[in-house]
């Protein structure tokens, strides 16, 4: 199971575990801390846990180690579920999903649909589930080292934010098995890489190195392996500093400009805008600008 009863007890505050991945270097927490009132249930191909020195970054790490992570549908169904949990939780401001440092995923589970029909795949809703990240209203920060491949590839996709362990690997290589990307992979690349890079990696199926996903606009940064996770949870803190509504706003802002034309995205940005003074958050941000000290959001 992903977490034991000592996790319990830690979450009850009646004893404390390193956590691996985490440095003692910046004067990161050593322990994995949960609020108080959070309750993180079992699961059983992730480990779910709140991370951070003021304990707002939800961390979600993909445990299913001897499939390199494959994505089975019961994998996914724990991901959603501990991602919509900590959606839902007011104390958590971003959230950290990553793997091992062999694979963050090394793409769907093969065996588990390669019997399927297309009216199975329709009536069953193949790959549905997988929605249910991109719908998360909070900051998604994947932090991918080893293998993303495929729908591991998606999966990092569909996150806000990607940063790349430096021995990372990515690729859609569906084509060399008999399909297509079908969680977003020929749709995600084209927008982040172009027509041109999105062929080439779709048609193919080649892998591509971190620092090529960087330069292709796939990756925002490429960190040492052994560091990853540190600086990916050091950027949800960044985040959950800031007021959770103004954050939610300008990421729904920032997704529209996939969705739209750049004349509706530029209308849509201006209301937003707008619609930030009316919020407290506003008030109390500009105020604390002008008083020169910090802000203190109260999520209205």
């Avoid at 993180?40 to 939800?58: C, D, L």
């Avoid at 959603?80 to 950290?96: C, P, Q, R």
């Avoid at 990553?98 to 793409?107: D, I, W």
């Avoid at 690349?189 to 292709?216: D, W």
């Amino acid at each position: 199971m992903a977490l034991s009863m000592k996790a319990y007890r830690l979450a009850s505050g009646l004893l404390s575990t390193p956590v691996k991945g985490l440095s003692k270097a910046r004067g990161f927490p050593q322990t994995l801390r949960f609020a108080s009132t959070f309750d993180i249930p079992k699961y059983e191909f992730v480990e779910a846990s709140v991370v951070g020195q003021n304990s707002n970054v939800g961390l979600v790490r993909l445990n299913r180690p001897k499939a390199l992570n494959a994505l089975c549908d019961a994998l996914v169904d724990d991901l959603a579920s501990a991602v919509k949990l900590m959606d839902k939780n007011t104390s958590i401001g971003a959230i950290v999903i990553t793997g091992s440092e062999k694979a963050f995923a090394a793409g769907a589970d093969i065996k588990e649909m390669k019997d399927g029909s297309f009216a199975s795949n329709v009536t069953g809703g193949l790959l549905q589930g997988w929605a249910e990240i991109s719908k998360c209203s909070k900051p998604i920060i994947a932090a991918v080292n080893g293998y993303a491949l495929g729908g591991g590839c998606e999966l990092a996709m569909m996150c806000d934010i990607i940063y790349a362990g430096d021995k990372a690997r990515f690729g859609q290589p569906e084509v060399t098995i008999g399909t297509i990307p079908g969680a977003g992979g020929t749709q995600r690349i084209a927008r982040s890489c172009g027509k041109s890079k999105a062929m080439e990696i779709c048609l193919t199926g080649n892998q591509f190195s971190a620092e090529e996903a960087e330069r292709m606009g796939l990756v925002s940064k490429v960190i040492p392996a052994d560091k990853l996770v540190d600086e990916a949870v050091k950027l949800g803190e960044k985040i959950a500093s800031h007021s959770p509504l103004i954050i939610a706003l300008c990421k729904e802002s920032v997704n529209k400009a996939f969705e739209t034309s750049l004349a509706e995205g530029l209308s849509f940005e201006k209301r937003i805008f707008h619609a930030t003074f009316s919020t407290n958050d506003q008030k109390e941000g500009m105020q604390a600008f002008i008083d020169k000290k910090a802000p203190k959001w109260t999520r209205s």
